[in-house]
């Protein structure tokens, strides 16, 4: 019988507030569910007046194109402390009719909200995320090294690309005809 994971620890007390805003992707476990190739790749949240919800925006650039899907977050048990949230998107985006939740536990938090360690229970997928599109290798390793304490294989952990010059800074109120709703969820579906 194979050993049972440890649970996981996560960040108690996460201020939604604070947290919300524009977050890039510094890397992350390759998904079926986001594109081989994107770059620039990147997350906005926004606290909805009921201050327990968070509208979600997560984009990405593939071969000069913006690709996006929104979604909507939520504390999975309000009382508790834990910061295991749950994020639901509508698939496939382009033609929303199919809800999928999925789990968002934010497993380290810098104290000023400048870099975040994102996982979930069954540790297939992981996140480095930053407020700019850079972090400092130390603090990087520093997560990779708390992600691997937490059971996850960090070899599979990539880094993602974020290029100078692509990817409009107020994209999600702008739409250009390059725009494609998550055209990646389709593509993802024949492996490409």
Do not use: C
């Not at 977050?23 to 770059?39: L, V």
């Not at 996006?68 to 985006?93: E, M, N, Q």
């Amino acid at each position: 019988m194979a050993a049972q994971a440890k649970d996981m620890d996560v960040v108690k007390n996460v201020d939604l507030e604070r947290y919300q805003g524009r977050w890039y992707e510094i890397a992350s476990m390759p998904s079926s569910f986001q594109p081989k190739n994107g770059t620039n790749t990147r997350a906005t949240y926004r606290l909805k007046p009921d201050q327990q919800t968070v509208d979600v925006l997560n984009e990405t650039w593939v071969k000069g194109k913006r690709s996006y899907i929104h979604g909507t977050a939520w504390k999975a048990d309000p009382s508790s402390p834990d910061a295991k949230l749950k994020v639901r998107f509508y698939v496939p985006p382009f033609l929303p009719l199919i809800p999928v939740t999925g789990d968002y536990w934010v497993l380290a938090l810098d104290e000023d909200y400048q870099w975040a360690l994102i996982g979930q229970p069954s540790r297939k997928y992981l996140w480095v995320l930053s407020r700019t599109p850079e972090l400092s290798e130390e603090t990087y390793q520093k997560l990779l090294e708390q992600a691997k304490n937490e059971g996850y294989d960090v070899s599979l952990v990539h880094k993602t690309l974020q290029l100078d010059g692509i990817g409009d800074p107020d994209s999600e109120t702008a739409k250009t005809p390059n725009d494609r709703v998550g055209l990646w969820w389709l593509r993802a579906l024949v492996g490409k």
